[in-house]
């Protein structure tokens, strides 16, 4: 079956950085829109960045110029680059790939940001 497994998540500081990734299974994986979300205590799950199997990014406006999703389809695996982080960061960020009518989510990696 497939597997989405983000790995990367932990406790920094405001200011730092943090490289999330997520190593996908059994799909194929250049075909698909890759994706990072994330979920706040007490929030809905929300869109932070999606890029396409040919490398098109879009991020929401709240990580814009902080925050980078990359892959490499050679490796089955996305990436999202964290700096500048903020308390505000703070979340579940979950790692999806969707094609079509298909749509797969990881587990989740916890990061905080807190002094």
């Known amino acids: 079956q497939v597997q989405l497994v983000e790995s990367g998540g932990g406790l920094v500081q405001p200011g730092g950085s943090l490289r999330l990734s997520c190593a996908a299974s059994?799909?194929?994986?250049?075909?698909?829109?890759m994706g990072w979300y994330r979920q706040a205590p007490g929030k809905q799950r929300e869109l932070v960045a999606t890029i396409t199997g040919n490398g098109a990014t879009n991020h929401a406006d709240s990580v814009k110029g902080r925050f980078t999703i990359s892959r490499d389809n050679a490796k089955n695996t996305v990436y999202l680059q964290m700096t500048s982080l903020k308390p505000e960061d703070t979340a579940v960020y979950y790692c999806n790939a969707h094609l079509g009518w298909f749509d797969y989510w990881g587990q989740g990696t916890r990061v905080t940001v807190s002094s």
């Open positions: 059994r799909i194929i994986f250049s075909r698909y829109v």
